[in-house]
């Protein structure tokens, strides 16, 4: 982001992005492809609310925003920013076979969510192809059994099946949506093979991609093969959800639906379960469009929600269309990003200001529907509890508190770029802090007796960042001294949901800038503490930079390392947060703080003797240029690079002389750096003279769009009109690790490229 033409989806090694037919897929797996190295792993989320999670139904979101694949990093789209509260995230569009994008895939699984593909088959054109989904790949020369059968029932072949788990593997995604919205050409007997190969697929899947993987059967034809939406699970499509790992209903069902769904599952036999099954593993659907849906979607999507029940009854939830928010306001006047997050938020949060009435719109009962009673308006996260990112002793936590867009972008807090039509790029979407919206629940920190909390509130700034487009900007209005013990106090403000191992020290960094026109001896440091109705628990904290450690351009980090102390037989669900001490004014003041950045990751074993560091560097740097380029495309090509470390100079060298010493020369901490995305940037030779330093070179954009984790195509047309008029140009690749840190210069490459 944002370097990247308009096909930037579109691979010259043939990774296309989705696939029309299943000859495409054929064409596709007749290739060698390697498994893409820049995306993140799926880690399961560990909580200690897992047995509550367990026991109520989860939340399925199935995009299909404007068709799919519509983001571009030069202008702004739909990104989904309430991952704490899903489950499951389905990348839907109307291609035969559906292959999330690379930055969906991070943004997911950065959030220890599932992420899944669809295939589809729709029309004419999809009874064909489903006919061949079962009998696999067809043979180019002529021939035919070797002796007269007397099996003529339709073969099933595990062809597709394979291929469809190969590409899962391949770019990273853990399934698919299987939405046969078709007639079936062979009827009940190939219903009975679409079955059996719903199990296959399922295996491959999990033998491929890992346990976590899934296949969700969508609510459409019917073991007869009519194309009969039954809006419920029940004698007609059970067969399909046996095999599956979940059953994904339409959306027009009756009021009592959900409830009798429930009945059903309980009354199969347990022995029909060739795969466990729980009632968690049926999703009701609901419409956000409202099209046929009971309630009206929309702001009216409680009323479902409501009969769906999750939290009592315990289904789960597929929401589908949520891009609804976006779609139906963006040819409205006066629409911004910005009154669209705020649409959104109240939609899926609530209002922001307590107490506020939200517009619904008039419940309409269908034909023959009685009239129900719903109340008043409840957010969708209301039905689902909130639930903590994977440990970062398995996956580091970092967020620059980016929503995947943006109108900058900024590094060590300089401004690097700007665009009035703002960029998307889903890989750089973080979380937004799950504990500050629609508003932050403050504390006291201290106990100095019963004052009123401040008033506070948060939004997210785009004109002011430490690393990417954004930052989280935090408002307290602080009253007028009232009280003689007033003088001095500390509040904590809770940001993210985070869970913690016993025992395990984790480092907790902190960037922060404090508004100029603030108290002064304002003081910000992070911090760890149990969520409201957690049982108690002691966090040892201990910092590790001094409250005055300033960086460029007004900003300050701090860290400190936090140990969760006591016997503990699970994990620990906490929040991170921060501590605000001030001395209270004698005036009512607005206090602005930005939040630049927060990362948590296991301490690092340096503080040992004699442990060394891995400290991350880039090693080199190479560009190829793209063959038969045309006269305007000089610098068209790909760079690539590679990581390397640096374990610092030796101390000493010296070996005791006695063999039997158990002390090792050196200790190493064990850990390799890992990257979060790389900054590109460019400069041109001047045609006298040398070329000037890093620092002067011009940011053309990061990695994260194609997947892949050294290697950036570069696309000539977005190059500065300074840079393509040149002969040869000098291209920087600059690191960001995975806790957030820039590298410097020194720790940097460069590659020269010279148009032939």
């Given at each position: 982001m944002p370097l990247s033409g308009k096909n930037y989806l579109e691979d010259p090694r043939g990774d296309a992005p989705y696939f029309r037919t299943l000859a495409d897929l054929d064409e596709w797996a007749s290739k060698h492809h390697n498994k893409l190295d820049g995306l993140l792993p799926y880690v399961k989320r560990r909580s200690a609310t897992d047995a509550t999670v367990q026991s109520r139904g989860r939340l399925l979101v199935c995009h299909d925003y404007k068709g799919g694949y519509t983001e571009t990093p030069f202008g702004l789209a739909y990104t989904f920013n309430f991952w704490s509260y899903c489950d499951t995230f389905i990348y839907f569009s109307h291609h035969r076979v559906t292959v999330p994008p690379a930055?969906?895939?991070?943004?997911?699984?950065?959030?220890?969510?599932?992420?899944?593909?669809?295939?589809?088959?729709?029309?004419?054109?999809?009874?064909?192809?489903?006919?061949?989904?079962?009998?696999?790949?067809?043979?180019?020369?002529?021939?035919?059994?070797?002796?007269?059968?007397?099996?003529?029932?339709?073969?099933?072949?595990?062809?597709?099946?394979?291929?469809?788990?190969?590409?899962?593997?391949?770019?990273?995604?853990?399934?698919?949506?299987?939405?046969?919205?078709?007639?079936?050409?062979?009827?009940?007997?190939?219903?009975?093979?679409?079955?059996?190969?719903?199990?296959?697929?399922?295996?491959?899947?999990?033998?491929?991609?890992?346990?976590?993987?899934?296949?969700?059967?969508?609510?459409?034809?019917?073991?007869?093969?009519?194309?009969?939406?039954?809006?419920?699970?029940?004698?007609?499509?059970?067969?399909?959800?046996?095999?599956?790992?979940?059953?994904?209903?339409?959306?027009?069902?009756?009021?009592?639906?959900?409830?009798?769904?429930?009945?059903?599952?309980?009354?199969?036999?347990?022995?029909?379960?060739?795969?466990?099954?729980?009632?968690?593993?049926?999703?009701?659907?609901?419409?956000?469009?409202?099209?046929?849906?009971?309630?009206?979607?929309?702001?009216?999507?409680?009323?479902?929600?409501?009969?769906?029940?999750?939290?009592?009854?315990?289904?789960?939830?597929?929401?589908?269309?949520?891009?609804?928010?976006?779609?139906?306001?963006?040819?409205?006047?006066?629409?911004?990003?910005?009154?669209?997050?705020?649409?959104?938020?109240?939609?899926?949060?609530?209002?922001?200001?307590?107490?506020?009435?939200?517009?619904?719109?008039?419940?309409?009962?269908?034909?023959?529907?009685?009239?129900?009673?719903?109340?008043?308006?409840?957010?969708?996260?209301?039905?689902?509890?909130?639930?903590?990112?994977?440990?970062?002793?398995?996956?580091?936590?970092?967020t620059y508190f980016s929503p995947g867009v943006g109108y900058a972008w900024f590094v060590d807090g300089a401004q690097l770029y700007q665009t009035k039509a703002g960029w998307t790029d889903l890989d750089k979407t973080t979380s937004l802090g799950d504990l500050v919206w629609p508003r932050p629940e403050l504390q006291w920190a201290d106990n100095k007796g019963e004052l009123p909390l401040p008033a506070a509130s948060t939004s997210l700034s785009m004109t002011d960042a430490w690393l990417g487009g954004s930052s989280l900007q935090v408002v307290l209005s602080l009253p007028a001294q009232e009280h003689e013990d007033a003088a001095s106090r500390r509040v904590w403000i809770p940001v993210q949901t985070l869970a913690f191992t016993p025992n395990v020290s984790y480092t907790v960094n902190l960037v922060y800038k404090v508004a100029p026109n603030s108290l002064p001896d304002l003081e910000v440091a992070p911090s760890v503490r149990t969520l409201g109705d957690s049982p108690p628990v002691s966090f040892d904290i201990k910092q590790k930079t001094p409250q005055s450690s300033?960086?460029?351009?007004?900003?300050?980090?701090?860290?400190?390392?936090?140990?969760?102390?006591?016997?503990?037989?699970?994990?620990?669900?906490?929040?991170?947060?921060?501590?605000?001490?001030?001395?209270?004014?004698?005036?009512?003041?607005?206090?602005?703080?930005?939040?630049?950045?927060?990362?948590?990751?296991?301490?690092?074993?340096?503080?040992?003797?004699?442990?060394?560091?891995?400290?991350?560097?880039?090693?080199?740097?190479?560009?190829?240029?793209?063959?038969?380029?045309?006269?305007?495309?000089?610098?068209?090509?790909?760079?690539?690079?590679?990581?390397?470390?640096?374990?610092?100079?030796?101390?000493?060298?010296?070996?005791?002389?006695?063999?039997?010493?158990?002390?090792?020369?050196?200790?190493?901490?064990?850990?390799?750096?890992?990257?979060?995305?790389?900054?590109?940037?460019?400069?041109?030779?001047?045609?006298?003279?040398?070329?000037?330093?890093?620092?002067?070179?011009?940011?053309?954009?990061?990695?994260?769009?194609d997947g892949r984790r050294n290697a950036l195509r570069i696309d000539p047309a977005c190059l500065p009109s300074t840079v393509s008029a040149a002969k040869t140009v000098r291209f920087y690749v600059q690191g960001v690790t995975d806790r957030g840190t820039v590298l410097t210069w020194d720790n940097c490459v460069f590659v020269d490229v010279t148009s032939g």
């Open positions: 930055g969906w895939i991070n943004a997911a699984h950065r959030q220890g969510v599932k992420i899944l593909g669809t295939l589809i088959f729709e029309h004419d054109a999809g009874q064909q192809d489903c006919l061949r989904l079962l009998v696999g790949r067809l043979p180019k020369s002529k021939t035919g059994s070797a002796a007269p059968s007397a099996d003529n029932s339709l073969p099933l072949s595990p062809h597709y099946a394979k291929v469809l788990a190969d590409l899962a593997y391949q770019r990273g995604f853990d399934g698919y949506l299987l939405n046969v919205e078709v007639p079936l050409i062979g009827r009940v007997e190939q219903s009975r093979a679409l079955a059996a190969w719903i199990g296959i697929l399922e295996s491959e899947l999990k033998r491929k991609v890992g346990s976590h993987a899934h296949t969700i059967w969508y609510d459409s034809v019917v073991v007869t093969g009519d194309l009969r939406w039954q809006d419920r699970l029940n004698n007609y499509n059970l067969p399909f959800f046996l095999p599956s790992s979940g059953f994904f209903t339409n959306y027009t069902w009756r009021p009592d639906y959900p409830s009798l769904t429930a009945q059903y599952f309980f009354a199969l036999e347990p022995s029909l379960m060739s795969i466990p099954k729980r009632l968690q593993d049926i999703y009701v659907g609901i419409d956000v469009w409202g099209r046929g849906q009971h309630g009206g979607g929309g702001f009216g999507s409680y009323r479902s929600l409501a009969h769906i029940d999750p939290e009592f009854l315990g289904l789960s939830v597929a929401l589908f269309g949520p891009g609804w928010s976006w779609e139906t306001e963006q040819d409205k006047p006066g629409f911004s990003w910005e009154t669209w997050w705020a649409y959104e938020r109240k939609l899926w949060l609530g209002p922001q200001t307590r107490g506020e009435a939200v517009e619904v719109p008039p419940h309409k009962p269908r034909a023959g529907e009685p009239d129900c009673e719903h109340g008043e308006f409840t957010p969708i996260t209301a039905f689902f509890p909130r639930q903590a990112p994977p440990n970062p002793r398995e996956l580091p936590f970092l300033g960086l460029q351009r007004g900003w300050s980090t701090f860290s400190v390392d936090v140990i969760l102390s006591g016997d503990h037989p699970t994990d620990v669900l906490a929040a991170l947060g921060i501590d605000i001490r001030f001395r209270v004014p004698a005036a009512a003041i607005d206090v602005e703080i930005l939040l630049g950045l927060m990362s948590v990751l296991p301490t690092p074993l340096t503080q040992a003797p004699s442990v060394h560091a891995h400290q991350p560097k880039i090693l080199w740097a190479d560009y190829a240029l793209q063959p038969n380029r045309v006269a305007d495309a000089q610098f068209s090509g790909t760079l690539s690079w590679e990581i390397a470390a640096s374990l610092g100079p030796m101390t000493s060298t010296a070996l005791s002389g006695d063999p039997e010493d158990p002390r090792p020369l050196w200790t190493l901490n064990g850990t390799f750096p890992s990257f979060a995305f790389f900054n590109v940037y460019v400069q041109a030779y001047p045609s006298a003279g040398s070329i000037g330093s890093p620092e002067s070179a011009i940011w053309i954009g990061t990695t994260g769009l």
